[in-house]
């Protein structure tokens, strides 16, 4: 029997006769009775259930995966680096002539971790300031001299001579990298793989002087984060496994038997370098300096992931003014963490593409240690045992790079893009399809957990793009 609601109440719909309603009923009276009045019952439509429109969204499919990897490409070809610019934002530059101690302190009061170099001498861009150089100084005085030899040496030593530093460790200097703001977005990310950086500084000439001009700096996070603001479409297509996918750096040494003796450096999470709460402070930093990473994973007996150790931790003690703390343990380095630390974002191997840009939409992120779920798990491993590390350098690597995991040419499904490139700019060339990669083994794709993040901070630092935490490295 149709319903039909009277007053607020659901009763019975009474047919169309000259029948009263049943004793009982609600009725809608009159707002005034007057003698020649009389009450009359309100009868409404009865309501009706509109059946569910249906979804309109397309089959998460490899080619829809493949299509818009290949839109993301054609978008960044009609985008410049002016473009990732924040409306509002400062730029710190420091003289080659500064001393480092000096320097680190401006880097720590304005909340970055790099800055681009400028030599007055000859009026001309000289390099950048990063982490990696305060990691490379103390390894040399930690190595070389005492504790207070190395903190008056400190005192006086300048920007100009970090590079004879590199010499003396044997590090390679980092390439004098450089991109003129009007770049495409897809040339600087080209730049930013195949030189292995983690940003590139962007210049362009005065016209009046012709001297270089340092316009801002352009990270990797900057460069992903705009990616996942303005392909919001494309990245909800990005449904396949990070691991499937060859995004990050993944265990590969076989375990060994409980009965057999472990041999001299074997590394049960090879190539991944990982470090134990009573691991010396000293001994993470070599890491650091030696295979150019940021972050080291600290793992227990069981190789549970139970925190990350980077190097603005390092850089922590050193505006303590602790240099003699490199002798701590990671656990007692720990406790003198900021309380504002963000934490350690893991993931496992069978999340998407697609959720890992939600991520960096929303939250800063640098890197993500990738951890055994409940896929492993059925397989005899066990859960929050570490797995890999993915870092933005992966990402970007994948979404820019040469990486195609499919069989079918991308360029047959994908219309134009959707936001078109500036009128002023020229309709940017076809990519042809990059060289086919062999996927590994398929996992199976659950949708992950949805966790609450905090907004991302705005950019108001000195170099947008370079806020604290650091930028990652390769994989550690």
Known sequence: MSMSEVNGRFSPACPSTSRAPPHGDAILMSATLSPNASPRAVRRRGSTRRPRAASHLPPFTQESHDAALFAIRHYLKGRTSYDT????????????????KKALQCLLLNGVVSAPLWNSDKSCFAGMFTVSDIIHLIQYYYKSSSYDAAAADVETF????????????????????????????????????????????LLDDDTETGHEVIVSI?????????????????????????????????VQAQPLPPDVERPEGYNPFHPISTATLDTTVFDVVHMFSERGISAVPIVDEDGIVVNLYETVDVITLVRLGAYQSLDL?????????SPDFPGVVICTASDSLGTLMQLIKKRRVHRLVVVEGDEEERRGGRRGRLLGIITLSDVLRYLIGDVFIGETNPEHHVPAPEV??????????????????????????????????????????AAPEDAAPPPPDEAA
């Open 420 to 461: 078109p490139p500036p009128a002023d700019a020229a309709p940017p060339p076809d990519a042809a399809p990059p060289p086919d990669a062999a996927p590994p083994p398929d996992l199976p794709t659950p949708t992950p957990s949805e966790e609450a993040v905090p907004p991302d901070t705005p950019d108001s630092d």
């Open 218 to 250: 352009l990270t990797q996070y900057r460069l992903l984060k705009f990616i996942s603001i303005n392909c919001g479409r494309d990245i909800q297509q990005l449904h396949l496994p990070l691991r499937r996918l060859g995004i990050g750096t993944y």
């Open 158 to 201: 300048r920007l100009e001579s970090l590079r004879d530093i590199e010499k003396q460790l044997g590090v390679d200097p980092p390439p004098l990298l450089r991109e003129h703001p009007s770049a495409t977005l897809y040339d600087a990310a080209k730049l930013l793989i195949q030189t292995h950086a983690r940003r590139v500084p």
């Open 329 to 337: 343990t990671i656990s007692e380095a720990l406790n003198q963490r």
């Open 85 to 100: 610019f924040p409306v509002s934002f400062r730029l710190i530059v420091l003289d080659t002539k500064l001393e480092v």
